[in-house]
């Protein structure tokens, strides 16, 4: 993967005025900057704003494009862990003794809010999503802000439900945990709806900002964000 440090956001050559609303709204959310397309070749619309490559936005893709390569945004092996974990779930396994490592060590549980401190491209993010159940939510932390990007609306695109439930932060981990054990709630920004509606429902209710709490096996930590 090339290491990118600029990116800007646009859009297909002949977008319609969704993926342009869209363009300019995942902009917005990553602090990046939304150049129009406007028919122009992406060197130019680089190039427009010192960037080194662009992060193009259309209805059902994120595609990167840097040096005139184009990398449209997969979670790679987590789509085949996906599918793999649910068809166990319903009890459609090909193959029942094909486990997924990462969750099996993890061992979240529905209604589980999963802290992912490593982004990345989101696979273990989208794993840890379907394994926390429609209760349950993931924030995944990205210190690359062009990564953070590219996989947060590569989740926003990506038809499994579990996707929705998985919010991507561009945040270095070792800060945002100093942040969350020593902030009060009362100091914080307002929490995402999904994490709003997270924190209603969990054991720490009222309690935080960072809890744990005794469980087989070993201590489960909860933070609010
Ligand atoms: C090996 S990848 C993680 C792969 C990911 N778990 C997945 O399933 O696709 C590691 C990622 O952690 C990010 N990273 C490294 N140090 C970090 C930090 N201090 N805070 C947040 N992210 C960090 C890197 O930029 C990189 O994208």
Not at 59 to 85: I, N, Q, T
Not at 116 to 123: I, Q, V
Not at 174 to 181: F, M, P, R
């Amino acid at each position: 993967m090339p290491r990118l440090v600029r990116l800007a956001v646009t859009t297909p050559l002949r977008p319609d005025p969704l993926e342009v609303e869209a363009a300019r709204g995942a902009a917005e959310r990553h602090g990046l900057p939304y150049v129009a397309r406007d028919g122009r070749g992406l060197s130019r619309v680089v190039a427009e704003v010192g960037a080194e490559a662009a992060l193009v936005l259309s209805a059902g893709r994120a595609v990167l494009s840097s040096g005139g390569a184009e990398h449209a945004w997969s979670p790679g092996m987590g789509a085949l862990r996906l599918r793999r974990y649910l068809d166990a779930r319903a009890g459609r396994a090909a193959d029942p003794t094909a486990r997924d490592p990462f969750l099996d060590a993890a061992g979240i549980e529905p209604g589980d809010a999963v802290l992912d401190c490593t982004a990345g491209l989101g696979a273990d993010a989208l794993v840890a999503a379907a394994a926390a159940g429609p209760r349950g939510l993931v924030l995944a932390l990205e210190s690359s802000r062009a990564l953070a990007a590219w996989t947060g609306e590569g989740l926003r695109r990506f038809p499994a439900e579990a996707a929705r439930r998985v919010e991507v932060r561009c945040a270095d981990h070792l800060e945002h945990l100093t942040w969350s054990s020593s902030t009060p709630c009362s100091a914080r920004p307002a929490p995402s709806p999904a994490a709003s509606r997270w924190c209603a429902a969990s054991p720490t209710r009222g309690r935080c900002p960072q809890r744990r709490w005794p469980r087989p096996g070993g201590w489960r930590a909860a933070s609010w964000w």
